[in-house]
């Protein structure tokens, strides 16, 4: 396969003739440690990430699966600093509202987190899935219309282990006020808020996740949470 | 890094100052080969999947990211022939109801799509999210409650991809009446239907995804679906 046709996704059918790759063992470890690797991450550097990179990650991420192929993600770039603003003082709102839900010890624990990279972070990207594409026709979302939206967080998933790859670090920011968000941007109201990415080089590298180093939540372990029936 | 470390996601954070892995072009390379060669897989081979393989695939699946650490993700194996066949059933009603929104042509291309591998997949798995689980104590959810569900997709997505490392096919199935799914199984009722999922060998592999290939529904170029603000 030459780099071209990586670059390529609608490339004519004629590609399918492309022999499949075998991955090997050395892919398979490094691809766990790419998933023991990816964090939510908060502390940014502030270094700005060159355009191409970022286009390349959205380009990735619009490899992700998606309900009769409707492909209803929509990327915003947020450049604009007093759109950031906006969105920043969003954050501190519903960040307010959060902690007077916690009491105690967990209200101390809770303020003492640290929830977003968003005054450091070179980019923010907000994510959004169209739920009014004609993409896809309708199929497979009659019984589950839910599966659009599901389709948008596939494609953040993908551009998130896409940027690890490249060391680049991502972090969900979903502590904000979805309306405040679409307004502030400008964007169609049949939108629906996904995600809010900040997305920079990370200041550190964790194979433990924040919450689980914070004490918060410990991991579970996978056999509790399978059933057979 | 030792094997024992890599299989225990919720090892002490002492793990934590493992050095972080960098991944370098021949990894990134094949990285974007995995996600251009994922596909939803329609048609499997019926050689059982080890066990091991499909719990090993559960335990990636793990590590996906989950707002507040909550890890909401509940996966049901679902190996009786009688339950297959009652979701078997569900999928053709619901099938049925979505092909009766199209017509003429349309119509005619939706009725020639095979939609599902169900009758030849050995594995069957139904993830769930757990809409009242207390774990991560409500973080990141206050305003965005839908983070939750979020979660158990992400890591749908996580098990999609270290399926395709492994040569296995996965295919997502989401023309079913999640109530059906929910009684069939028996789970609480507090769960709500991420996903139902085949998953074996794939009888073939392509690059080109099937709706392209059968001229349901093109790729969008990314350049189209992202904006500056």
Redesign the interface.
């Known amino acids: 396969?030459t780099q071209s046709d990586?670059d390529a996704?609608?490339a004519p059918?004629a590609?399918?003739t492309?022999t499949?790759?075998?991955?090997d063992r050395t892919?398979?470890?490094?691809?766990?440690?790419?998933?023991?690797?990816?964090r939510?991450v908060r502390r940014f550097r502030t270094d700005p990430i060159p355009k191409e990179d970022i286009?390349g990650l959205?380009?990735?991420?619009?490899?992700?699966?998606s309900?009769?192929?409707?492909?209803p993600?929509?990327?915003?770039?947020?450049?604009?600093p007093d759109?950031r603003k906006a969105i920043r003082d969003s954050f501190e709102r519903?960040n307010q509202?959060?902690l007077n839900?916690?009491h105690g010890e967990?209200a101390r624990l809770?303020a003492s987190?640290k929830?977003q990279g968003m005054d450091q972070a070179p980019i923010q990207l907000a994510v959004f899935a169209d739920e009014e594409t004609e993409?896809?026709?309708?199929?497979?979302?009659?019984?589950?219309p839910?599966?659009l939206?599901?389709s948008a967080?596939?494609a953040?998933?993908?551009l998130?282990?896409?940027a690890?790859?490249?060391?680049i670090g991502v972090g969900?920011v979903?502590?904000?006020?979805?309306e405040t968000v679409l307004k502030t941007?400008?964007?169609p109201s049949h939108w629906r808020?996904?995600?809010y990415l900040c997305i920079g080089y990370p200041e550190e590298?964790?194979?433990?996740?924040e919450?689980?180093?914070e004490g918060?939540?410990?991991?579970?372990?996978?056999?509790a949470?399978?059933?057979?029936?």
């Open positions: 396969m990586r996704p609608d059918s590609t399918d492309l499949p790759p075998v991955f892919f398979q470890k490094q691809f766990i440690d790419l998933l023991l690797w990816r939510d286009d959205i380009k990735e991420a619009c490899l992700a699966p309900v009769g192929n409707c492909q993600w929509r990327f915003v770039k947020v450049n604009d759109r519903a509202q959060a839900d916690y967990r809770y987190l929830l993409a896809g026709m309708g199929l497979g979302r009659k019984t589950m839910e599966m939206d599901y967080v596939a953040v998933q993908l998130w282990l896409a690890r790859v490249k060391g969900w979903s502590i904000l006020e979805p941007l400008e964007v808020l996904i995600a590298d964790h194979v433990v996740p919450l689980v180093r918060w939540q410990d991991r579970i372990d996978p056999a949470l399978t059933l057979e029936r």
